[in-house]
């Protein structure tokens, strides 16, 4: 049975860098990309970004200037940094695994998430 | 970026009765569409994938329907722990989510 455990620093000040690390328990590491999500309170789901085990990321563009994700194949896990936060980027942060990803016209794409973490709350206040 | 409108953003269902949940594309995603369900402090659970499959161990009560721009997930006889809320997710391109439906009891 394949589990996310996922951890970081709760509470974070304006300007300040997210630094999330999620491991990968009892299944493959290499043969998937890894993704991060995060959900504001109240509100919907918003993809960050992938990464696999060779250290190829993919970011969402409205977020990819602050975005950093890293692996260490190692201890299979990977990690997220945001930079400069603000109030704004206060979030529950998932870790995910999609299930399958989709290709067309020679570029692929991550698909449905059918594995995720339980989700970090990051709190960003003065 | 490919927006996911959700609509209604809450729907009020008795026990036993029939909820249908719309979720619209900005452009056409094909059948690259899934849905998900999450309850309060729980991380979103896989439901639907490719539009209609459902995932393992997914009651039979729960079905996808759509392709393009109009999807519709249908849950045919509401029971106790369906009441959540549910977002679609289109992977035709880097994924993004709709805003939420949240099924309440009426």
């Known amino acids: 049975q394949v589990q996310l455990q996922q951890w970081g620093a709760g509470l974070l000040k304006p300007s300040e860098t997210l630094s999330l690390t999620c491991a990968v328990y009892g299944g493959s590491f290499s043969g998937y990309y890894w993704s991060w999500i995060r959900q504001p309170p109240g509100k919907g789901l918003e993809w960050i970004g992938e990464?696999?085990?060779?250290?190829?990321?993919n970011y969402n563009p409205s977020l990819k200037s602050r975005v950093t994700i890293s692996v260490d194949t190692s201890k299979n896990q990977f990690s997220l940094k945001l930079s400069s936060v603000t109030a704004a980027d206060t979030a529950v942060y998932y870790c995910?695994?999609?299930?399958?990803?989709?290709?067309?016209?020679?570029?692929?794409?991550?698909?449905?998430?059918?594995?995720w973490g339980r989700g970090t709350l990051v709190t960003v206040s003065s | 970026e490919i927006v996911m409108t959700q609509s209604p953003a809450t729907l009020s269902v008795s026990p036993g009765e029939r909820a249908t949940l719309s979720c619209r594309a900005s452009?056409?995603?094909?059948?690259?569409l899934a849905w998900y369900q999450q309850k309060p402090g729980q991380a979103p659970r896989l439901l639907i994938y490719?539009?209609?499959t459902r995932a393992t161990g997914i009651p039979a009560r729960f079905s996808g329907s759509g392709s393009g721009t109009e999807f519709t997930l249908t849950i045919s006889s509401l029971q106790s722990e369906d009441f959540a809320v549910y977002y679609c997710?289109?992977?035709?391109?880097?994924?993004?989510f709709g805003g939420g439906t949240k099924v309440e009891i009426k």
């Open positions: 990464i696999n085990h060779s250290g190829s990321t």
């Open positions: 452009q056409s995603v094909s059948s690259n």
């Open positions: 995910a695994r999609p299930a399958v990803r989709y290709c067309t016209n020679g570029v692929c794409y991550t698909g449905y998430f059918d594995l």
């Open positions: 997710q289109q992977y035709n391109n880097w994924p993004s």
């Open positions: 490719g539009a209609s």
